[in-house]
């Protein structure tokens, strides 16, 4: 069973860079597709961004574009999320998701591995 971890969340100030972490155990992340999401309080979960099993495409919300980077090391098992220029609506729980499909997917429904979250705070 594919189990995934985030970590490096954290209260920062506006304008700040932040890169979050998705450690995988129990299987090869080379193997799956992955998604970050988040989820604002009294919000319902959003896509933040995709990447497929290659790493040959992404795909970002509009909000995120130019700001948020999603990227993978094979041989740390670990998904990324560098975010940039953040802005106080960034504040949410982020989450790491993995499917076996090669192909990414901006909903979360299609996702069958989910991590348990990490806080980012963004101050104004």
């Known amino acids: 069973q594919l189990q995934l971890v985030e970590s490096g969340g954290r209260v920062v100030q506006a304008g700040d860079s932040l890169r979050v972490s998705c450690v995988v155990s129990?299987?090869?992340?080379?193997?799956?597709?992955t998604g970050w999401f988040r989820q604002a309080p009294g919000k319902e979960r959003e896509f933040v961004a995709s990447?497929?099993?290659?790493?040959?495409?992404?795909e970002y919300a509009e909000s995120m574009k130019g700001r948020f980077t999603i990227n993978k090391d094979n041989a740390k098992n670990t998904v990324y999320l560098q975010m940039n220029s953040l802005k106080p609506e960034d504040t949410a729980v982020y989450y790491c998701?993995?499917?076996?499909?090669?192909?990414?997917?901006?909903?979360?429904?299609?996702?069958?591995?989910w991590g348990q979250g990490t806080q980012v705070t963004v101050s104004s």
């Open positions: 129990g299987g090869s992340v080379s193997n799956y597709a």
């Open positions: 998701a993995a499917r076996s499909s090669p192909l990414e997917s901006r909903y979360g429904f299609q996702y069958k591995f």
């Open positions: 990447m497929s099993r290659y790493m040959d495409t992404t």
